[in-house]
């Protein structure tokens, strides 16, 4: 029986944040055959951002298991395991050090198909993130515009492009948006690291807040990605819940968390600076604004959505301004609001088909960098995951010979928690004093 007919399938997912984890577990069911029986294991890159028992439970996505490992138990358990995919969902870094890992643990025997993409919208480091990801059988483009611009920049290197693959977003979907509810809610999408300053934030909370005192009879939200002390894909430096303390906020303010398909279910008007869920409202055609009031700026993001017909300002939503999206626009960024989304994956699972039925196996992974073509770059990348120029454990390097007792754990939880601390605390401060 040809391995894309089998009637169960055993599926990988590696992560290191929540939302990678959210995306890579979605990705990872939509790649199967729906009659497919398939188990998903998933492993939590133990990190600074690995995702708390509160992220995975609002996320909602299981697994048949899950673990939080190192890189190099990881790569341990890899050696040991039989599966049909792997799905990396981690920074570029994190991509390009698993593949030479995989490499040097599997080496010319069998291995899974190997996939990898990106959580949202590509505005920064296109071509450093994308050849960080060369080496994978799918790097997976979440729009037609996006899989234009990665096959332009393997082809511009000279690496093999043929990997690029168009998909979708992997969590569109919920129900289409019918009219006004009552009352109207307004919804604020809030991002972890744009903008990266105080005084953008508290302007921004300052005109969320003006807004629901201008438009009492509506419910103005706040949504908010992480609580204080967690972390998701991108440091939070500087939490809305601290701004807003002490602050009079009228009684049709509040601050919520949740899962962001259920708050959309009831949004009228999404508004953010270029958070994803822009994409999932427009999926839903659900009345969507970029703001324009800290400019149309890269370090933003929100120049990606130039063309889109969605940029607009506070003062003119105030004005009851609502913008009507380009369609033309729309449908290059894969959001299929014209109702193509049910086949957005048909691409991706056939390839995977013929990967797995390939006679003789699947080729050793071979990534566009290698100590050879980036001889400057590549042993760095390795080293912060424990690995060698060649892929292979450094000596001293944490293995999973063993579980760990309960003083390393304590050990362990201990050490996250003093990194996470400096990463929030420590280093903010180390940046504005050289500022001065």
Not at 21 to 28: D, M, N, Q, R
Not at 147 to 156: C, I, L, P, S, W
Not at 369 to 393: F, V
Request: hydrophobic fraction near 40%; glycine fraction near 10%.
């Amino acid at each position: 029986m040809p391995a894309s007919a089998k009637k169960s399938l055993r599926v990988a997912v590696l992560a290191d944040s929540d939302t990678r984890w959210k995306w890579g577990a979605l990705t990872a069911r939509r790649l199967t055959p729906a009659a497919a029986e398939v188990r998903l294991d998933g492993y939590l890159l133990r990190g600074r951002a690995t995702p708390t028992a509160r992220q995975l439970q609002e996320i909602g996505v299981r697994a048949d298991s899950l673990s939080e490992v190192t890189g190099v138990e990881f790569l341990h358990t890899m050696r040991q395991e039989a599966y049909d995919i792997l799905v990396l969902a981690l920074v570029g870094g994190g991509v390009q050090a698993m593949l030479h890992g995989l490499r040097n643990a599997w080496g010319t025997g069998p291995r899974p198909v190997v996939v990898t993409g990106y959580v949202g919208v590509v505005f920064e480091k296109l071509a450093d993130g994308l050849l960080l990801r060369h080496g994978a059988d799918l790097v997976l483009a979440n729009s037609r515009h996006d899989a234009d611009r990665f096959r332009a920049v393997y082809e511009g290197v000279g690496a093999d492009a043929c990997a690029v693959t168009e998909v979708a977003l992997p969590f569109l979907g919920g129900a289409p948006y019918t009219g006004e509810h009552e009352p109207c809610t307004v919804v604020f999408a809030a991002q972890p690291s744009v903008p990266d300053n105080r005084r953008d934030r508290t302007y921004l909370l300052d005109r969320l807040i003006r807004h629901a005192r201008a438009h009492p009879e509506r419910e103005v939200l706040l949504k908010l990605r992480s609580k204080p002390g967690e972390h998701t894909t991108h440091i939070e430096e500087l939490p809305y819940q601290k701004l807003v303390q002490g602050r009079d906020v009228p009684a049709n303010f509040r601050l919520v968390y949740g899962h962001m398909g259920e708050v959309l279910d009831r949004t009228d008007l999404l508004v953010t600076i270029s958070s994803t869920a822009a994409l999932e409202a427009l999926h839903r055609r659900i009345p969507t604004v970029v703001l324009t009031d800290l400019g149309v700026r890269e370090a933003l993001g929100n120049h990606h959505f130039t063309g889109s017909g969605c940029l607009a300002s506070w003062d003119q939503l105030d004005a009851g301004h609502r913008p009507a999206p380009d369609e033309e626009w729309v449908a290059r960024q894969g959001v299929a609001a014209d109702g193509g989304y049910g086949t957005a994956f048909d691409t991706a699972r056939e390839r995977i088909a013929k990967l797995l039925d390939r006679p003789g196996g699947l080729p050793p992974l071979a990534p566009y960098y290698t100590p050879e073509t980036a001889p400057g770059y590549l042993p760095g990348i390795l080293a912060r995951h424990h690995l060698g120029p060649d892929g292979a454990p450094l000596p001293g390097a944490p293995t999973a010979d063993k579980s760990p007792g309960p003083v390393r754990q304590i050990v362990r939880r201990a050490a996250r928690g003093a990194y996470r601390h400096g990463v929030q605390r420590v280093a903010p401060v180390i940046r504005r004093m050289g500022e001065l």
